[in-house]
């Protein structure tokens, strides 16, 4: 869906890039021909390495006009990814997360400009032993997000960052045989920011009205979410790019 939105609005040219994608190889919501995107773990790193790319001319060989062409994107991305990284005061977690949290914040702090960060937490497929591994999960996401919004406090960036959870599936309410839950239709998210109306959304949780899966009953689509967004944060209206309406949520303010 992001993919899709920057190719009704892109992002402008001397953004780094559309998104930044921290923790994972996988672009997730920029998957797609029309999203510019950076896979980051070391931006340094990637500096250095851009350093070392020659571009070139034109080429009539497809394949090296190819080849050209990605080292020049590399090029032009890390000039834009802005300078060394600012000596932040935030204390970080020592955990892959709290890696990815901080690579996003020095990243942001270097004057880099971009549409959208993601970054990862993996784990919480827990078909079984939930109650142990979840819980360790849930303690690296608030850490994690905590130390972000300090971050961003601290590089005067709170109030026009939106930041939102999402996963690819829900889990079932009702425990399975070991000690664990299986993949559902219904989840729970987070929205954060310094422009966010902090409430509850949506109706609790309806147990008295599993359906013949053993599934909750989703009270707001996802879609929901993405429309919100895309319509009150980015101003892009959502129908086009989500394929139909979808109701909106007063979150941001």
């Known amino acids: 869906w992001l993919a899709r939105a ?3 609005q892109p992002p402008p040219q001397d953004f780094a890039a559309d998104g930044i994608v921290i923790g994972s190889a996988d672009p997730g919501p920029f998957a797609g021909t029309h999203a510019r995107t ?58 892959p997360f709290g890696n990815a949290v901080r690579t996003a ?12 960060f993601r970054i990862t937490l993996n784990g919480f497929d827990t078909h079984q032993n939930q109650p142990g591994i979840q819980a360790g999960l849930l303690a690296q996401l608030a850490e994690g997000l905590a130390a972000l919004r300090a ?16 996963a690819e599936f829900g889990r079932r309410p009702a ?22 109306r902090g409430e509850f959304y949506g109706e609790a949780p309806r147990l008295d009205r599993l359906d013949a899966g053993g599934n909750l009953p989703f009270a707001t689509d996802f879609r929901s979410l993405y429309a919100t967004v895309l319509e009150h944060w980015w101003g892009i209206p ?16």
């Open 238 to 253: 959502a129908g086009p790019v989500l394929g139909a309406r979808f109701q909106t949520m007063p979150i941001v303010g």
């Open 151 to 166: 971050a961003l406090v601290e590089l005067g960036r709170w109030d026009r960052t939106l930041i939102l959870t999402y």
């Open 175 to 196: 425990e399975n045989g070991s000690s664990g839950t299986d993949h559902g239709t219904a989840n729970a998210h987070f929205v954060l920011g310094g422009r966010v």
């Open 6 to 8: 920057f190719a009704a």
């Open 38 to 95: 950076i896979v980051l773990t070391d931006p340094e790193r990637f500096r250095r390495q851009a350093r070392l790319a020659r571009p070139g001319a034109d080429t009539r060989n497809p394949a090296l006009a190819h080849v050209m062409k990605v080292e020049t994107d590399l090029a032009r991305a890390a000039a834009r990814l802005g300078e060394r990284a600012p000596t932040l005061r935030t204390a970080f977690p020592r955990s």
């Open 105 to 116: 914040s020095e990243t942001i702090g270097s004057g880099a400009r971009a549409a959208v």
